[in-house]
């Protein structure tokens, strides 16, 4: 993607969508009892990171935040395998993927 194409919006806007973007991902975590929800919540404010990290790349034009979105999207789909096996096997045990049910796994 050309540079100026990015640089024709001013830097405000992507802040203030990335800031929307993390505030309902958050809510998300916050609010929702489902573990699938839960998750998708936070691949949002992952994702609302990696958007103003490669805005202020392109707009200081150095590659590094580029380089970091891409260390942040290998770390994402790692939590996301890892935490989706952890659902599956709640959800075998227990036949819900609500977070208040985990409260059996207690000892």
């Known amino acids: 993607m050309d540079l100026e194409i990015i640089k024709t919006i001013p830097l405000e806007h992507y ?4 800031t929307a973007l993390f505030c309902i991902g958050i809510i998300g975590v916050l609010m929702r009892r489902n573990a699938l929800i839960m998750f998708m919540c936070v691949e949002l ?6 958007l103003l990290l490669t805005a202020f790349s392109a707009y200081n034009g150095d590659a590094s935040g580029q380089v970091f979105v891409f260390f942040i999207m290998v ?10 096996a952890i659902v599956v096997m ?8 609500d977070i208040g049910l985990l409260s059996k796994l207690k000892w």
Do not use: H, K, P, Q
């Not at 802040?15 to 990335?18: Q, T, V």
């Not at 404010?45 to 990696?50: E, K, P, R």
């Open 90 to 97: 709640i959800y075998r045990n227990s036949r819900s993927t």
């Open 45 to 50: 404010m992952l994702n609302a990171t990696n």
């Open 75 to 84: 770390v994402a789909a790692a939590e996301v395998a890892v935490g989706l």
């Open 15 to 18: 802040i203030y969508f990335s």
